[in-house]
């Protein structure tokens, strides 16, 4: 299985690459697909443009790589539109992921683009297909080649930007609504960190697929407004505001049933202090850094459930689960009920700077890498 789906969510990431701090490392190197690895040019009889991680902590480079036959198996071979950058894509290349592939390699697991050749026995995707894939590494190309599982067709009207930003974060965030908070229609539902990909997600689709009504909080006005549009009925400042205060205002004082918190540390103490009776609140990561304690007789006077979600382990666990919250999302873009947020799009050539606009803080939604 990829490093992909063995490892923590970003979210519980972020902290690591802002302080420096060195992750614990699997005790073998994982086994990555040959085709993911950079060999010399010499040996192959065609190339393509990749952002090459050479040398970890430092800029990738930009250079012509092999392009590989397509390997035996279930394989496909993908021309690559645009990479949804994760946070997990920074931190390997930074050394500090939990899996550390060999290096040369190529960052990238969020794919969208054509089909442009299959191995025998592949019978899902045809060549010319446009489509959105999970790849293990290998997405910051023009070219990479994934298996038949983690290929699903784009409806026709989805940009291959989109295609790029919607898989993880709208997969995360609607089997968390649904599966484990069991969002109902009209609940009031508080997001943090709502300006981020997973947290526009969980916006988009509480209010416009389950109905919900939602409170959005982000760090700044301009985050804010970005919430607004998605969808939120009221936004929180909480670089200047109380999230309990304005959530108590907004509810008459009920509180919110289901609370998706992103942050953790004092985010997560402040839910915790507005959640109404019988709430579920539901971890997704620790983006602030603390790893926040429940009281356990907070969750008995309130009779409230704590839950969490962790989306890549479904891969590995409840495959049948994970396909589907894919194939779910995507329907709801074909019915025109949810549009992905792409709050800005970097050219191949221009990748280091992609990562430094996500390390400033200044993203919001998905941020793009467009061949």
């Known amino acids: 299985m990829s490093a992909l789906f063995r490892c923590p969510p970003e979210v519980l990431l972020r902290s690591a690459i802002r302080q420096g701090q060195n992750l614990t490392r699997n005790a073998q190197t994982p086994k990555l697909h040959r085709c993911l690895q950079v060999s010399p040019v010499s040996s192959a ?8 991680c050479t040398e970890l902590g430092k800029p990738l480079k930009l ?35 939990q899996d550390k592939p060999p290096l040369p390699f190529i960052p990238g697991a969020e794919v ?17 297909d446009r489509v959105v894939a999970m790849a293990a590494l290998g997405g910051f190309a023009e070219q990479c080649i994934v298996d038949e599982e983690s290929v699903f067709r784009m409806p026709d009207s ?27 229609p009209g609940e009031t539902v508080l997001v943090t960190a709502a300006a981020g990909a997973v947290g526009l997600a969980t916006v988009d689709l509480a209010t416009n697929v389950i109905g919900a ?23 929180i400042d909480y670089n200047t505001q109380s999230i309990r205060d304005v959530v108590k205002e907004m509810t008459d004082d009920r509180g919110a049933d289901v609370i998706c918190d992103a942050v953790g540390g004092d985010v997560f103490k402040q839910c915790l202090r ?29 009779n409230i459930s704590a839950v969490g979600l962790f ?3 479904y891969r590995i666990n409840d495959e049948s689960t994970h396909r589907k919250s894919i194939q779910d999302v995507l329907g709801f873009y074909q019915e025109g ?35």
């Not at 009889?45 to 090459?52: E, G, I, K, Q």
């Not at 989805?158 to 109902?184: C, P």
């Open 158 to 184: 989805m940009s291959y930007e989109e295609g790029a930003a919607v898989v993880i974060s709208y997969g995360t965030a609607w089997l968390g609504l649904t599966r484990r908070a069991n969002t109902k």
């Open 63 to 97: 250079q012509e790589v092999p392009t590989e036959e397509l390997c035996t198996g279930q394989k496909v071979r993908l021309s690559i539109k645009g990479c949804g950058i994760n946070y997990s894509d920074l931190l390997m290349a930074a050394g500090l992921y």
């Open 45 to 52: 009889r065609s190339t393509h443009r990749a952002a090459v």
């Open 274 to 302: 507005c959640i109404a009776w019988e709430g579920r609140i539901l971890v997704i990561g620790f983006a602030g850094g603390d790893i926040p304690k429940i009281p356990a007789n907070i969750l008995l006077v309130k």
């Open 213 to 235: 009504k939602v409170i959005g909080a982000a760090g700044g006005p301009e985050k804010c407004k970005v919430v607004a549009d998605k969808g939120a009925i009221g936004t």
């Open 337 to 371: 009920k949810i549009k992905p947020h792409v709050g800005k799009t970097f050219s191949l050539d221009k990748a280091n700077e992609a990562f430094m606009y996500i390390n400033q803080r200044k993203s919001t939604g998905k941020v793009v890498i467009t061949m």
């Open 311 to 313: 989306w890549g382990n």
């Open 112 to 128: 969208a683009g054509d089909v442009i050749e299959v191995a025998e026995g592949v019978t899902s995707v045809s060549k010319g």
